[in-house]
């Protein structure tokens, strides 16, 4: 038997994490639907709530068998060392940096990020004390730089920014991250690791919203967290209390002096106290669909890369499609950065401006028939929306602008059909708002 650190993206897309039931000897992962499990003696329920036993189960919001089994597939894809998974994409991003972030702390943030991220930094965050800054040249580090101040404490950003495919310098971003002595979050939604794998290039830890391409079915909301374990949180002890003071309950010691030699500690706290505490975990039935979802995940996105380009190809040549953004596209002004860092493709994501404005968008979408008008991405099906009108609306135009959201815009996200439907689709929507250009 091969040794599973060896094993290839393919294999341990269908077994890291998992093995036959000791039980039932039931193949498939089952689905372990209960709230609680049961100790051996109380010296044992002691052990789990002194941490001393990192084992066995104890209560399903913090860890649950059929979820672990989806976080350490997920590490092991990601290359990461400890994975959390959660109840949503919007939780893993919200938890990650509440793991390390208190009132008083600032955060640096791409720009070209999904908008609901921007709302949670830019008011939920601010309500709480912790301030952000956008940063416009993602790709400049100077840019970065230039924002760091004594109290920052994380720069945030998307390896392919949603909805335009801005894919960022991961490496010179984590660079200057590093010598601020701050960490780089990473989130890798749209790219997944079979196109990218941020902590090969600098990036500290990883944060998924599952719900997108790694489930793939449009039927389970999720997301997870991944630790790269490679910042040192213990160079400047002042900045992360909440790592080096003990937490109630939880031993003597903090979780960096306890848990860093395991590469455990952010993972750790992440899971005991802010996920504990907070209450976002994820259902049984979720983790046992995006274990479905992993198994096909590489065959998926081959498929999907395959179609987006036949799509951009197609809008590319058509005379009312005034401008297309796709991670890969050799126009982008981030061109050679995706050469470096996705040779496999830009992904799934699809935008595109046209000829009549906000109208013409507006009523492009209406006009579709076979793509799904709702706000998702990465499901096997291919869907479209509005930005302007919907997912970025909360956004002022200025805001907007900065992202490069046209009022126009219209994203798409290339689902695993025949190409040649979707094109087709994508014409006959085209003639229907012809007269609004």
Known sequence: ???????????????????????????????????????????????????????????????????????????????????????????????????????????????????????????????????????????????????????????????????????????????????????????????????????????????????????????????????????????????WPGLHVPDVGHGDVGYWERFSPLGLAYALRLRTTVLRDYGPAPSPFNSFLLIQGLETLSLRIRQHVANARAVVAHLDAHPQVTRVHYASHPDAPWADVAARYLPEGGGAIVSFEIAGGFAAGAAFVDALELFSHLANIGDVRSLVIHPASTTNSGLSEEQRAAASVDPSLVRLSIGIEDPRDLIADLDQALRAVAHLA
């Open 1 to 239: 038997m091969t040794d599973a650190a060896d094993w290839r993206f393919d294999t341990a897309q269908v077994h890291a994490g998992a093995r036959p039931d000791p039980t039932t000897h039931a193949r498939a992962t089952p689905i372990y639907a209960t709230t609680s499990f049961t100790y051996d003696s109380a010296d044992a329920a002691a052990a789990s709530f002194l941490l001393d036993d990192l084992e066995n189960y104890a209560y399903s919001r913090m860890s649950n068998p059929t979820t672990t089994v989806v976080e350490q597939r997920i590490a092991r894809l990601e290359g990461g060392v400890a994975a959390v998974a959660t109840a949503s994409g919007q939780a893993a991003t919200a938890l990650a940096l509440l793991n390390i972030l208190r009132t008083g702390d600032h955060v640096i943030v791409s720009n070209q990020v999904y908008g609901g991220t921007t709302n949670l930094l830019l008011r939920r965050f601010a309500e709480l004390g912790i301030a952000t800054s956008l940063v416009s040249e993602i790709n400049d580090p100077e840019a970065w730089r230039a924002l760091v101040r004594p109290e920052t404490r994380v720069f945030f950003a998307e390896s392919i920014g949603n909805p335009t495919g801005a894919v960022l310098d991961i490496r010179a971003i984590a660079d200057v991250a590093h010598q601020a002595g701050v960490p780089l979050i990473i989130d890798n939604t749209l790219a997944t690791p079979y196109l990218l794998r941020p902590l090969e290039h600098g990036a500290d830890i990883v944060v998924h919203s599952t719900t997108k391409f790694l489930a793939g079915h449009g039927t389970a909301i999720g997301g997870i967290i991944v630790d790269g374990a490679t910042f040192d949180f213990g160079a400047e002890p002042e900045k």
